[in-house]
């Protein structure tokens, strides 16, 4: 059974970074994705970013340039680097995995974290 852990959530001001880990226990092929999603209140959980096989990276239009998403395969843990943050940043931050395609769909994926949170304050 695989788990996922996020941390690394919190409260900046506007223009600060956060770094987000999302650590997994038990197997996650890496054929498949593993991706951050948001939700903020109110809305519809977004994807963010996902890492593809071969280390192939994708961002939404808003965080691209911002957000750096990477993985440490010894340590089978995603991290979700977010610089220059804005207020429209704030969200419920998860991790997911087990999406073999459509990685932008959160029903494409198999495993979720419990979020983590991110405020950031103008």
């Known amino acids: 059974q695989v788990q996922l852990v996020e941390s690394g959530g919190g409260s900046v001001q506007a223009g600060g970074s956060l770094r987000l880990s999302c650590a997994a226990s038990?197997?996650?092929?890496?054929?498949?994705?593993m991706g951050w999603f948001r939700q903020a209140p109110g809305k519809q959980r977004e994807w963010v970013s996902f890492i593809y096989v071969g280390g192939i990276t994708y961002y939404t239009d808003s965080v691209k340039g911002r957000f750096v998403i990477s993985k440490d395969n010894a340590k089978n843990t995603l991290y979700l680097q977010m610089n220059d943050l804005k207020p429209e940043d704030t969200a419920m931050y998860y991790c997911?995995?087990?999406?073999?395609?459509?990685?932008?769909?959160?029903?494409?994926?198999?495993?979720w974290g419990q979020g983590t949170q991110v405020t950031v304050s103008s």
């Open positions: 038990g197997y996650i092929s890496n054929d498949n994705c």
């Open positions: 997911a995995a087990g999406a073999r395609a459509n990685c932008r769909l959160p029903i494409s994926f198999s495993y």
